[in-house]
């Protein structure tokens, strides 16, 4: 039974930053490849970030490339979002996982989800 919750969002103003964790348990944390997601009202949930295994490479979707950080911390087993520079359009609630990526080049999640944590960027 593998339990993901999140914590650390909240409101912010646009142009300021939040830091959101991820801490995993009842898997082998280090054995895989972590992810954020996201889901914004309305509309469906989507990939936002990843980290490798050991956090040697990371990948994000363009809309965050340079604004956010993804990182991790295996001796902890969680998983961090360090997000700056946020934008109204980043509104949404925030969810960690375990991800891959599909055959349809997509990534993922491997675990049913947590209970998420709400971001919400003020204009």
């Known amino acids: 039974q593998v339990q993901l919750v999140e914590s650390g969002g909240g409101l912010v103003q646009a142009g300021g930053s939040l830091r959101l964790s991820c801490t995993v348990s009842g898997r082998t944390f280090s054995s895989y490849s972590m992810g954020w997601f996201r889901q914004a009202p309305g509309k469906e949930r989507e990939f936002v970030a990843q980290?490798?295994?050991?956090?040697?490479?990371?990948y994000y979707v363009d809309s965050v490339e340079g604004r956010f950080t993804i990182s991790r911390d295996n001796a902890k087993n969680t998983v961090y979002l360090q997000m700056n520079s946020l934008k109204p359009e980043d509104t949404a609630v925030y969810y960690c996982?375990?991800?891959?990526?599909?055959?349809?080049?997509?990534?993922?999640?491997?675990?049913?989800w947590g209970q998420g944590t709400q971001v919400t960027v003020s204009s």
């Open positions: 996982n375990a991800a891959f990526m599909g055959s349809d080049y997509e990534w993922k999640a491997v675990f049913s």
């Open positions: 980290v490798s295994w050991n956090g040697g490479t990371t």
